[in-house]
Every structure is written in C-alpha cells, then in structure tokens.
C-alpha cells in the first residue's frame, strides 16, 4: 500500500538539515512539497497599516521558492504552488492526493501557530495527521540543560549553560536520492510574481551592499565565499560594525531568516574552517551571533505574546511612548536631520537591508529621541527587512526600547557618538545622502551647526535641500 506525504515548507526553503523533508522521505513511498504563498501573509498589512510583507522581501522569496523548485526537480520531485490559505490549501491537496500525512517544520510565534492549528484541526477532520519537526534553530529544544520556561533572560547567563553542556548537533544532508514517482498528478501551479503580490516592479538600487537573491543555492554560495573564498571569517569581530559594502559581515541573515541557510550547516563549515585554517575571536564571534538567533527564539517560546505588546516582557512601557505618525514617516523617510540616523534608514527604504550597527541607532532614535511607539518601528522593520524573523525583529527591538532582557538598565545611544565611532570620515552619511558630500568629516555629522555662509560655499541649505533635525544635537556633545 502506498504511503502518501505532504511537505509542508515553511520558513524553511531548503533540502539541507530540513527534518521534516528528512522525516517524509524515510517513512512514506510518495513525497509531494508544497509551497503555499499565504494571501495574509504577502498581501495583509500590520496594526499600523504597513504591507506585512514588503517588496524585497517578497521577491527574496519569490527567487528562493524558484531554486527550491528547481532543486526538487533536479530529483524527480516538483513543488506544488499556490496562493491562499494554507490550512484550506494543503487540506485540498490531501483530499486530492489522498495523502495520510503532512509533515512540515513548527513556528512558535502566535500567527503562524494558528495558522498550524488550524490546518492540524482541517487534517484531522479527514481522519489524517500532522507531523510537527524543527527547522530554525542551532540547538534542539530537547539538548536544553533547564526547561524553556526556565531558560534565563540574559544573554550571557544562556550562552555559558549552553556553551558548557550542550553539543551542536550536525545538520541533516540533503536528499541525493531521486524522488520516488508520483501516483496523483497535481497542476505544480504558477510562482507569482512580486506584481502579482500587489508590488511594483523594481531594480536593484546601486547603493546597496550586496546583491541579494534568494534561495538555497544563493546561501550556500554566500557561505562558501564568506569562510574559504575569501576568508573573511578570520576578521569577522573587528570589521562586523562596518556600514558599507558587501564584505564588513558575513551578511547570512536573509538567507538564515527565510530558511535558505540552516544555522547547524553554518556551524559545521565553521567547525571545519577552523580545523583547516584555524580559529580564533573571529570565528568564534560568528558562532556568538549564531546563538542570539537561538537566544531572542527561546525568548519568544518563553514570553510568547508579551515579545509584541508595549510593554514588553517586562510590562514596563515608557509612558512617553507616542503613536506619532507624522514623526514616524520622517524617520522612515530619512528626514529626521540626524545624517547618521537618515543615512541607515534610506539604505533600508532603498535595499530592504540595514547593518545591525544601524538597525540599534535608528531603534533607539526612534524610541528614546523621538519617543515614538517602538511597535511601529517594529513594524516597519517586519515589512521592510529581508532577513525579517517575529523573534529576531521583537526580540532585538524589546532590547533596544528596555523592555526585553538587558541587565543595564536605561540603554541608550548617543547617536552622534556612535556616528563619530562607526562612520568617523562620513563615508556612509554622503553614500545616502549625496548632497552632505562637500562638508568636512567634522562637520558632516552635525550640519545644522553650519553658519549661512558655509551653507552658501558648501551648497547645503539646512530647512532646505537637507532638513532641521528633529531633535536638539547638542544634548550628544558630551558623548
């Protein structure tokens, strides 16, 4: 009797250290994936009215559900696409095919387990059933030395128990075996277009860091040219708060947020790299990176809900928190007149990309300067972001407003400090913002401070070509 399977795919668009790909394709004679475009997902909006899925992202994703695709084909396999809800969808692929199971990676943020409760609840109504895996994260829940209502909320109280008791596992290989054949045939179905999801056309803006396009074969590349191409991973620590170009970071994120890329295959190549080459702070660093992803997840199977609201984990919202929408489009659209502010947020308006220096100065511009919301940054962060996680995004943005986990109490950047430190010539500042390119490195960072006639020389018209800053600069001088 042929034993029949859905593969559910999910964040996880990938054939390498993909469980529930694994588990299908050993405990059933006929495999059909599946893709499911999630009409809510890539055409609803926010709380605050943002395109829950941005253009870039979306395209991101529209190239990683291609390769995908042509992967499978590569095996005697295809991937089934389509637009919808995918608990309506896969239940009609089950009926059609009349498989006896889905198997699919769980997520553990609230809409995308309802999404899975609900097609569980539409499987089991057909007297079939959901198989549940894992496929985001470095460590396995099971591996954990405290249960995860107990994991700490310090970063470096989880690192050391983890770093003390807990082994890596290694990834799961990818399938090399063709695909058995398949009894039913199914229409494979259309890959939208980003028009199609309701964007407009674009190109690739010339400014940007780095080409990124998506899928498994993108991440994989990016891996192999990042650790043995050009052997950046040696100088990671020291370059990783740079703000331009391609090369600064190992710049995994899109492909490790949309499931291109498994954190596990990542750690097992830098295991290799530094059996081969040798490790050291560096390489270590990344690995340290790796484990905030897993930290700010544990955090949301912890906290759940409370990553989303106001007040955070903490219940604690700043009573100054505004809904400021007139401040917060000037933040979005790089007119705040804090060039180092609006310098990061145009490369994000313009790439759907932003360096993780930038992403902590803009986020507490926002909500300590500005005393706008933190959620609709958060927000804005969710539809704009190529490498957009629910853990990573609230997670990071909990930390930066204080009302996640961070032992020091009342964090806070001194923007002009910072801008000084990481961008000390404005080489960044005038990449986005072409018209401070004639001042000075020490006038750059501050050009309201201009008098008329250097205005006049360097052709900058503050209140003009470049706008007032939104906030008195002077309060950062004695950073």
Known sequence: MDRKAIVWFRNDLRLHDNEALTEALRHTTEVYPVFVFDERVFLGRTRFGFRKTGSFRTKFIIESVHDLRMSLQALNGELYVRVGKPEEVIAQIVRETGASWVFCNRE??????????????????????????????????????????????????????????????????????????????????????VEDLGHEPFGEDNRAALRFKGGESEGLKRLQYYLWESNLVKSYKDSRNGMLGGDYSSKFSPWLANGCLSPKQIYKELKRYEADRGGN??????????????????????????????????GQADPRWQDDPVRLQRWIDGETGIPFIDANMLELKHTGFMSNRGRQNVASFL?????????????????????????????????????????????YFNILTQARRYDPDGTYVKHWIPQLAPLPPEKVHQPELLSFSEQQSLRVHIGGNYPKPLVNTRKWQKG
Request: aromatic share 16%.
């Open 108 to 193: 553990r943020t609230r809409e995308e387990v309802e999404v899975q409760d609900a097609l569980e609840k539409n499987i089991w109504a057909l007297g079939q059933e959901v198989h549940f895996s894992r496929g985001k994260m470095l460590y396995h829940t099971a591996d954990l030395p405290f249960p995860v209502q107990h994991t700490p909320d310090v970063f470096t109280q989880f690192r050391k128990e983890l770093e003390k008791f807990v082994h890596v596992r290694d990834p799961l290989p990818a399938p090399t075996q063709p695909f058995a054949q398949r009894s039913c045939t199914l229409e494979p179905g259309e890959v939208p277009t």
């Open 367 to 411: 909500a300590k300067d500005l005393f706008v919301n933190w959620q609709m940054g958060a927000e804005y962060f969710e539809s704009m972001l190529l490498d957009y996680d629910p853990c990573s995004n609230y997670g990071n943005w909990n930390y930066v407003a204080g009302v996640g986990s961070d032992p020091r109490e009342n964090r």
């Open 281 to 314: 702070e560096s390489t270590y660093w990344l690995f340290f990176e790796l484990m905030w992803r897993d930290f700010f997840r544990f955090m949301g199977k912890k906290h759940g809900d409370k990553i989303f609201l106001k007040g955070g984990p903490k």
